[in-house]
């Protein structure tokens, strides 16, 4: 079982075959809070922007995540005007545990040049040009990806907010919350987090249905 890797490359990103005129390029950086994509233009270098909802499918599903791929890349296109066959290429960077289910929804509506792999894989690859070599991501989730000289690949981490995400915004946040928590509890000891940390909002969060908020 720790032999086999948890991601694999998908054989379209190291194999670059143009469709379009090689003028336009499209990047997209799906995560559980927001989506944006961006349409390059290579002869005038303007970039054109969209925007959309999650696209983990982890946190909203494979449909909702590709309807929030799809408004986003629209717009884009929508910006540089022009049709999604005018680009030469598209890669699709998603943030979740599973990108196949979220590809194959987006191979049903878009060009299947389209090429949708997790979010650390295209870290990994714009980081280092396809090349051996390690990726990081460390925002709000965090995630790691490495590629060895034989070609073999690695991923540890990535497995959403609830089961790990070590290191990343979230789980620092989870974590000073908690200690200030502690703290305010006696169970933990005293940590300068406790003056900047309000426990009124967590309460609120918790409350019995019909119980009235805190005051």
């Not at 799809?70 to 545990?97: F, M, S, Y």
């Amino acid at each position: 079982m720790r032999d086999e890797p948890l991601v694999r490359l998908p054989a379209a990103l190291l194999a670059h075959s143009p469709g379009g005129d090689g003028r336009y390029v499209m990047g997209v950086d799906g995560g559980a809070t927001k989506t944006l994509a961006a349409v390059l233009d290579l002869q005038q270098h303007d970039v054109h922007l969209g925007h959309g909802g999650s696209s983990n499918a982890d946190a909203v599903g494979a449909r909702v995540a590709t309807e929030s791929l799809v408004r986003a890349t629209d717009e884009a296109l929508d910006r540089a005007g022009i049709e999604p066959e005018r680009l030469d290429g598209a890669v699709l960077a998603i943030a979740g545990t599973d990108t196949e289910a979220v590809a194959e929804h987006v191979r049903a509506v878009r060009p299947a040049r389209w090429l949708v792999a997790n979010d650390v894989v295209g870290a990994w690859a714009a980081a280092t040009g396809a090349l051996p070599g390690v990726g990081a991501i460390s925002g709000t989730g965090s995630n790691v990806f490495g590629v060895g000289p034989d070609g073999r690949t690695w991923r540890a981490g990535g497995w959403g907010h609830i089961l790990g995400d070590e290191g990343s915004g979230y789980w620092l946040a989870t974590r000073s919350l908690r200690a200030a928590l502690a703290d305010r509890d006696g169970s933990g000891p005293r940590t300068a987090l406790s003056e900047a940390a309000t426990c009124v909002p967590i309460v609120g969060l918790v409350r019995p249905s019909g119980a009235p908020a805190a005051s």
